[in-house]
């Protein structure tokens, strides 16, 4: 099937009391184990790439691969660009078919970022493109993007209007997650997570998502938020399992390529699957707004 909408994803598992895994892949076998995951569990899920792997791997590849995997199962697939503060970027992701985008503006001052937000969400509107807007930066960089300071960070009240002036389709705010592995016990904002969920319909996203427990996630779902974003765990999965494998070739003297990537497919549908059940997506594709 052709590739969902972030939006309507999200909004559908925020009135179903699930969140939908939004997953940072890195390849195509990443891609491919990852959709395999979701059709295995019958569960939507969110391809997610950085602008890095967008730009080491190539948006056409990505994109194709992309399509050709959701085209072959029939859960709901969305291919979402995630922090982008490049405009050039967005600009090309959008038209190799992206159907959601990032648009991260959290190194820009308000008024900039305001203005900005607004302009991307009108070229990705003009081409059917959903766009999670982010202005006040999650702590933490994320291939490359964002900072280990909080340079930003604004009212409610603020993130709503810029929110709903924009257009916005899904919100990105600090509920104080962080991306990477915690070094020390995060102060979690449950209680800001269910402000945003009570005055708007716009879904809120969860950044930062590997480190957390099972009963973080279902106070974050509890608390409205419906999209959560999981890539360090997958790169841990994923190069873990590489590890464990050209160790074992070592010792054994056996060098075989393919059987690397089964144990890569198989450590990440492993990770993705989990992250299924935690988020309560499991059975929820024909539910979920294609
Ligand atoms: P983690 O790397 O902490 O899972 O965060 C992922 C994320 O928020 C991607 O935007």
């Known amino acids: ?26 390849d195509q076998l990443s891609l491919q184990a990852t959709v395999a995951a979701a059709q295995a569990a019958n569960s939507p899920i969110i391809l997610q790439t950085s602008v890095k792997t967008l730009k080491v791997v190539g948006a056409a590849q990505l994109a194709a691969a992309a399509r050709i995997a959701a085209d072959a199962v029939d859960v709901p697939v969305a291919l979402h660009l995630d922090h982008c503060p490049d405009r050039a970027v967005i600009t090309e992701a959008i038209a190799q078919g992206w159907s959601s985008v990032l648009f991260d503006a959290s190194d820009r001052g308000l008024d900039q970022a305001w203005a900005e937000t607004r302009e991307v969400v009108q070229e990705a509107h003009a081409a059917g493109v959903d766009v999670e807007s982010e202005i006040e930066n999650i702590v933490g960089v994320e291939d490359g993007v964002g900072s280990d300071e909080a340079t930003h960070a604004y009212s409610v009240d603020t993130l709503l209007e810029v929110a709903n002036d924009t257009g916005t389709d899904l919100l990105a705010p600090q509920l104080g997650t962080a991306h990477g592995l915690y070094t020390a016990n995060p102060t979690l904002l449950f209680e800001r997570a269910s402000e945003f969920a009570s005055r708007t319909d716009i879904p809120i996203v969860l950044h930062g998502g590997t480190g957390l427990s099972a009963d973080d996630f279902a106070r974050f779902i509890a608390s409205g938020t419906s999209k959560i974003n999981i890539s360090t765990a997958l790169k841990l999965a994923y190069l873990h399992s590489a590890h464990r494998h050209l160790v074992a070739a070592e010792a054994s003297g056996k ?3 393919v059987k690397l990537f089964a144990d890569q497919v198989e450590a990440v549908t492993a990770t993705v699957t989990e992250h299924i059940d935690l988020f309560g997506s499991r059975d929820k594709a024909n539910g979920a707004a294609a």
């Open 255 to 257: 060098w075989e390529p």
């Open 1 to 26: 099937m052709t590739f969902a909408s972030t939006r309507r994803l999200a909004a559908a598992a925020r009135a179903g009391g699930y969140a939908i895994p939004a997953v940072n892949i890195v």
